[in-house]
Antibody, heavy 124, light 111 residues
Framework: EVQLVETGGGLIQPGGSLRLSCAAS????????MSWVRQAPGKALEWVSVIYSGGRTYYADSVKGRFTISRDNSKNTLYLQMNSLRAEDTAVYYC??????????????????WGQGTLVTVSS | QSVLTQPPSVSGAPGQRVTISCTGSSSNFGAGSDVHWYQQLPGTAPKLLIYGNNNRPSGVPDRFSGSKSGTSASLAISGLQAEDEADYYC???????????FGGGTKLTVL
């Protein structure tokens, strides 16, 4: 069974750092495209970052320069390092596998499956 | 404010058919980007419902169907059931933002 489990969320002060983990089972992270998507309380979903199987990474403008996506192939785990956290980063963070990429583009990709999410609260 | 616009809420009685719209623009749907739909039950993670405009993953009932035309897309749910009460999100890619984007979400209430 394909499954994703996030950990690492919690309460952090503004300006602080936090690292989220997403342990995968049933498939190989290193040969997959993987994303982080977040959802602020009572708000819509927001794509945050993606890492391609070849290692390329992309970020939403709202987190560029502050967040870093990475993976540990030996642990089959995806990470999101979050620095300089702001109150507006408060959200449930989900990891998800990307599907639908072709050899030339990921424009029409979708996300499946999703992890259960981990809550990050940025507050003093 | 999302670049994909959904109605905040829709409702219907059990057994009825409801549709949820997702309005985009020339920088996403109009540029040829596909639409995908997710169902989020209360307190749970989103679940893929429709991919590639009108394809259902295995396990998703055929009561759910999707379509896309021009700069708009829609999700139809027929034979409404109480368990369909959830938030529904559309998703696509936007050329202007160079990012994957979601609609603002629609809360479906089964009366």
């Amino acid at each position: 069974e394909v499954q994703l489990v996030e950990t690492g969320g919690g309460l952090i002060q503004p300006g602080g750092s936090l690292r989220l983990s997403c342990a995968a089972s049933g498939f190989t992270v290193s040969s997959s495209y993987m994303s982080w998507v977040r959802q602020a309380p009572g708000k819509a979903l927001e794509w945050v970052s993606v890492i391609y199987s070849g290692g390329r990474t992309y970020y939403a403008d709202s987190v560029k320069g502050r967040f870093t996506i990475s993976r540990d192939n030996s642990k089959n785990t995806l990470y999101l390092q979050m620095n300089s956290l702001r109150a507006e980063d408060t959200a449930v963070y989900y990891c998800a596998r990307d599907l639908g990429c072709t050899s030339t583009t990921c424009r029409n990709k979708w996300f499946d499956p999703w992890g259960q999410g981990t809550l990050v609260t940025v507050s003093s | 404010q999302s670049v994909l616009t959904q109605p905040p809420s829709v409702s219907g009685a059990p057994g009825q058919r409801v549709t949820i719209s997702c309005t985009g623009s020339s920088s996403n749907f109009g540029a040829g980007s596909d639409v995908h739909w997710y169902q989020q039950l209360p307190g749970t993670a989103p679940k893929l419902l429709i991919y590639g405009n009108n394809n259902r993953p295995s396990g998703v009932p055929d009561r759910f169907s999707g379509s896309k035309s021009g700069t708009s897309a829609s999700l139809a749910i027929s034979g409404l059931q109480a368990e369909d009460e959830a938030d529904y999100y559309c998703q696509s890619y936007d050329n202007t933002l160079s990012a994957w984007v979601f609609g603002g979400g629609t809360k479906l209430t089964v009366l």
